[in-house]
């Protein structure tokens, strides 16, 4: 399997608070992807990151940034979180952009009341 | 736009065979995967298929036919432990996976 961890695995928080996921790899790929799931949704994009400090917006990028200061760390930050924003975030990672097979991270679920 | 339809749930028997199939629409297109996720858990990589054609890897197989925008993922010999969600995800001109909803197949014994 990937070494890939993600902290904290289960968040509560309320409306108006700030939220830094994180993710963790000990594969040295170069890509790293932020997704949230939800019912009735497949896997939407959030940001993704192809290099130290080299990140892009993803499909739902709105009230998320991201920033990855070393290879091994992405770290997504709601900055006032959302209900909307209650979800599963899967972290993943690629070591190619052509072949683009991602491993995923365990996942964190995120509830803002 | 683009998009990526499959079924939302699927039934099969134990030691059966199923079919999930998935059309999608990009722009672009540089290849399909198939995921497996059960639940609770994070997506695993099942197959990869950029040309026409039949992929087969133990139980399961994987088609690929790009003219029509379709694939399809074939479970063989069907057991419990398949009970899961299988995602279909289509990469795109600029290298971005588009991920349809997924399949929740439940078997039954």
């Known amino acids: 399997d990937a070494g890939i961890t993600q902290s904290p695995r289960h968040k509560v928080t309320e409306t108006g608070t700030p939220v830094t996921l994180r993710c963790h790899q000990t594969?040295?790929?170069?890509?790293m992807y932020w997704y949230r799931q939800d019912p009735g949704h497949g896997l939407r994009l959030i940001h993704y990151?192809?290099?130290?400090?080299?990140?892009d917006k993803g499909e739902v990028s709105d009230g998320y940034s991201v920033s990855r200061s070393k290879t091994e760390d992405f770290l997504l930050t709601l900055e006032s979180a959302t209900s909307s924003q209650t979800s599963v975030y899967f972290c993943a990672i690629s070591e190619s952009e052509e072949n683009n097979e991602q491993f995923f991270g365990p996942g964190t679920r995120l509830t803002v009341l | 736009g683009q998009n990526i339809d499959q079924p939302t749930e699927m039934t099969a028997t134990e030691g059966a065979i199923v079919q999930i199939n998935c059309t999608y629409q990009t722009s672009g297109f540089n290849g399909l995967f198939w995921y497996q996720q059960h639940a609770g858990e994070a997506p695993t990589f099942l197959s990869y298929?950029?040309l026409d054609g039949l992929e087969e890897k133990g139980r399961f197989s994987s088609f690929l036919s790009r003219s029509k925008g379709y694939s399809y993922l074939l479970l063989k010999e069907l057991q419990m432990k398949d009970s899961a969600s299988y995602l279909c995800a289509a990469l795109d001109s600029n290298y971005q996976l588009i991920w349809g909803a997924g399949t929740k197949l439940i078997i039954k014994p």
């Open positions: 298929n950029v």
């Open positions: 990151s192809y290099g130290v400090k080299d990140t």
């Open positions: 594969e040295n790929h170069r890509y």
